[in-house]
């Protein structure tokens, strides 16, 4: 199992997985169909999928034009918001891909139909990937714009965060900024300091920090830490989902501080997450 890392827009990433004995690859979050194709065609690999995390601008927008330029191209996901969906996946389904084994895990909290995919190949020494999307990312989460605080924790602690300690490939190059709030509110927690020193030194060479492994995001990303006494005591609460929160709302409190959008870039950004929508044609 090969996967390409896709760095597109501002901050996303999408992905191409290739199962190298049958040269069948699978896209993950298309965002920028050009750039996608152009890579399929270096690879000589046949597109059949698209696996879409989330029905967001930024991870589903390539999907209407990869469907007209490739017919039988199927686009799966979880939700019906997703554009050009071929067909609704529920949580658990697998699907097989060659030697190519995907398990489709419910992930709701950044948007109510957001689906992760776990993906692994029998009696391979490659290790085991997860595509997490916005659900989790480097050293945090998606911010929780649909669902409830109880369910972005069952979805990153008890589905994602249950998975074998192995490979995490996120939707977002947020590593840098995350690092930098998962200090505030761990500030003398070692594995933080040293994460954050080597997202700086990518940073400054400009190079991707994904993927991690969810075995490193325990030590470090909050948002998997919410049992940890610190992590408590800076929320001032015990319940996991009310820890979790907590560090949503000083997440973004942080986020504004750090980088404060205008007013314009506020609502261009709610009309991409589909906060806002345009008005319909009669």
């Known amino acids: 199992m090969k996967v390409k890392v896709i760095p597109v827009l501002e901050d996303n990433y999408m992905y191409l997985v290739i199962e190298e004995r049958t040269r069948e690859a699978v896209a993950v979050d298309v965002a920028v169909p050009k750039r996608l194709l152009e890579i399929v065609g270096r690879e000589g690999v046949s597109l059949t999928t698209v696996l879409t995390t989330h029905h967001h601008w930024d991870h589903a927008r390539g999907n ?39 398990r489709c895990l419910l992930t709701p909290g950044h948007t109510l139909g957001h689906m992760s995919y776990f993906l692994w190949e029998e009696e391979c020494p490659d290790p085991p990937a997860v595509f997490s999307g916005d659900a989790l990312s480097m050293a945090g989460c998606g911010s929780r714009l649909e669902g409830t605080a109880q369910q972005m924790y069952q979805s990153l602690v008890e589905t994602l965060g249950t998975l074998p300690p192995e490979t995490v490939f996120c ?52 948002f998997l830490r919410v049992a940890e006494e610190p992590v ?39 009309l991409q997450w589909g906060l806002l929508s345009t008005p319909r044609q009669k």
């Open 64 to 102: 209407a034009e990869l469907v007209r330029l490739l017919p039988g191209l199927v686009v799966l996901g979880a939700d019906e918001r997703i554009c050009a969906l071929t067909r609704r996946l529920a949580h658990g389904e697998e699907l097989r891909f060659g030697a190519i084994h995907v």
């Open 171 to 222: 939707g977002h190059e947020h590593t840098l900024g995350n690092l930098e709030f998962a200090q505030k509110v761990e500030p003398y927690n070692d594995h933080v300091k040293a994460k954050l020193s080597w997202a700086k030194q990518r940073d400054e060479d400009d190079v991707p920090t994904v993927p991690a492994t969810l075995g490193e995001e325990l030590l470090y990303n909050p």
């Open 232 to 270: 408590r005591e800076f929320t001032g609460k015990v319940a996991p989902a009310d820890v979790l929160d907590v560090l949503c709302r000083e997440r973004a409190s942080f986020e504004r501080a750090a980088e404060p959008l205008q007013p314009q870039a506020r609502a261009l950004l709610a």
